[in-house]
């Protein structure tokens, strides 16, 4: 949340403005300005409390209603608050007035003292507060712009990362290789690889233009990818699901598992005896992605700009961190669900 830089205003600004209010409700109210060096003290001393209380009306409603799209909301909020606060304190003071004597005996109870000394306080802190509204909504588009300039940098630098493995020689001689192997042995699972690993280049095509997907249409997608792996790995790769049903219409960014098997796949062994096993499962809004960890003894360079992109996006999803765990066992990555 942007602070409130109002230091100066209340240093110097408020007890200026309550000086000219005050004059203001005089001359309005035809009394004779007093010669009584309690009237300026008091009055400065009211205008002190009333912005003190104001600002806070201008700090929570910023707290609960943060956004741009919730501008109408935050300003209708602290409207409220600052007719309640302002009046509240504007008429206990005008009350002291008259208990210690700053206005003549008959005047007291008139309306006008109660209702001038209440408005000039209510239409100051309004004004006051639509020039730092203006200013937190001007801040608040800036980061929205900037950040939207971030997103489609990631969503960039996500396709290109997606037509890379798109292009891989390797991976598509991999899958050729299956393919070529199979045809000759078993037409059936040949015809099966074949659907699968279009399902994979048109799901990866169709994913760049989107920013974020159902779980549902990616565990498909990942489905027929992983299929390629399986039928790559044979028994030395597993996968495990254990995703609860009334996730599948929550939302992530696409192609994000993908990345993580492709990562789980890259740095650990993959062998019939020493098989490796990718668990997907859902706790408390998170779908998390788990494989037992079993390192290449050669390690495999790794700039891990994969899991940098995703926790980017998250970021400028405004959501929460993606969760990175691993110890000797195991390797843990939690990804938020967005709620649809």
């Given at each position: 949340?942007?602070?409130l830089?109002?230091?100066?205003m209340?240093?110097?600004?408020?007890?200026?403005?309550?000086l000219?209010?005050?004059?203001m409700m005089?001359?309005y109210t035809?009394?004779p300005?007093?010669?009584?060096?309690r009237?300026?003290?008091f009055?400065?001393l009211?205008?002190v409390?009333?912005w003190?209380?104001?600002?806070?009306?201008?700090?929570?409603?910023?707290r609960?209603?943060?956004?741009?799209?919730q501008?109408?909301?935050?300003?209708?909020?602290?409207?409220?608050?600052?007719?309640c606060?302002?009046s509240?304190?504007?008429?206990?003071?005008?009350?002291f007035?008259?208990f210690?004597?700053?206005?003549?005996?008959?005047?007291?109870?008139?309306f006008?003292?109660?209702?001038?000394?209440?408005?000039?306080s209510v239409?100051?802190?309004?004004?006051i507060?639509?020039?730092?509204?203006?200013v937190?909504?001007?801040?608040?588009?800036r980061?929205?712009y900037?950040?939207?300039?971030?997103?489609?940098?990631?969503n960039?630098?996500?396709q290109?990362?997606?037509?890379?493995?798109?292009i891989?020689?390797?991976?598509?001689?991999n899958?050729?290789?299956?393919?070529?192997?199979?045809?000759?042995?078993?037409a059936?699972?040949?015809e099966?690889?074949?659907?699968?690993l279009?399902?994979?280049?048109?799901?990866?095509l169709?994913q760049n233009?989107r920013?974020?997907?159902?779980?549902?249409?990616?565990?498909q997608f990942i489905?027929a990818?992983?299929?390629?792996?399986?039928?790559?790995?044979?028994?030395?790769?597993?996968?495990?699901?254990?995703?609860?049903?009334?996730?599948l219409?929550?939302?992530?960014p696409?192609?994000?598992?993908?990345?993580?098997?492709?990562?789980?796949?890259?740095?650990?062994?993959?062998l019939?005896?020493?098989?490796l096993?990718?668990?997907?499962?859902?706790?408390?809004g998170?779908?998390?992605?788990?494989?037992?960890?079993?390192?290449?003894?050669?390690?495999?360079?790794?700039n891990?700009?994969?899991l940098?992109n995703?926790?980017?996006?998250?970021?400028?999803?405004?959501?929460?961190?993606?969760?990175?765990?691993?110890?000797?066992q195991?390797?843990?990555?939690?990804i938020?669900?967005?709620?649809?």
């Amino acid at each position: 949340m942007q602070k409130l830089n109002d230091k100066w205003m209340r240093i110097i600004g408020v007890p200026l403005l309550s000086l000219t209010g005050q004059w203001m409700m005089y001359g309005y109210t035809n009394i004779p300005y007093p010669n009584d060096w309690r009237i300026p003290f008091f009055f400065i001393l009211g205008s002190v409390l009333v912005w003190e209380a104001n600002r806070w009306g201008i700090i929570l409603s910023r707290r609960r209603y943060p956004e741009l799209n919730q501008t109408l909301k935050r300003v209708l909020y602290q409207l409220a608050w600052f007719v309640c606060w302002a009046s509240a304190i504007r008429i206990t003071q005008t009350l002291f007035y008259e208990f210690i004597g700053l206005w003549p005996a008959e005047d007291y109870f008139r309306f006008k003292p109660y209702f001038f000394n209440t408005l000039v306080s209510v239409v100051g802190t309004v004004q006051i507060a639509a020039y730092y509204e203006g200013v937190y909504l001007y801040e608040r588009w800036r980061v929205s712009y900037t950040e939207a300039l971030e997103l489609k940098k990631v969503n960039l630098q996500s396709q290109l990362d997606s037509l890379k493995t798109q292009i891989n020689p390797h991976f598509l001689f991999n899958n050729l290789n299956s393919l070529s192997s199979l045809i000759t042995t078993d037409a059936e699972q040949a015809e099966r690889f074949l659907d699968e690993l279009s399902s994979v280049y048109r799901y990866l095509l169709q994913q760049n233009s989107r920013d974020l997907c159902p779980l549902d249409e990616e565990m498909q997608f990942i489905n027929a990818y992983f299929h390629l792996i399986k039928t790559r790995y044979g028994d030395g790769i597993f996968l495990v699901n254990e995703i609860e049903s009334h996730y599948l219409a929550y939302r992530i960014p696409p192609l994000t598992l993908q990345i993580l098997f492709e990562n789980a796949i890259k740095h650990n062994i993959i062998l019939t005896d020493r098989p490796l096993t990718i668990k997907l499962y859902t706790q408390e809004g998170h779908l998390y992605v788990e494989n037992n960890l079993q390192q290449k003894k050669i390690a495999v360079p790794s700039n891990q700009i994969g899991l940098q992109n995703i926790m980017m996006k998250y970021k400028l999803l405004d959501q929460s961190s993606i969760i990175v765990y691993h110890d000797e066992q195991r390797f843990l990555v939690g990804i938020p669900l967005l709620n649809p």
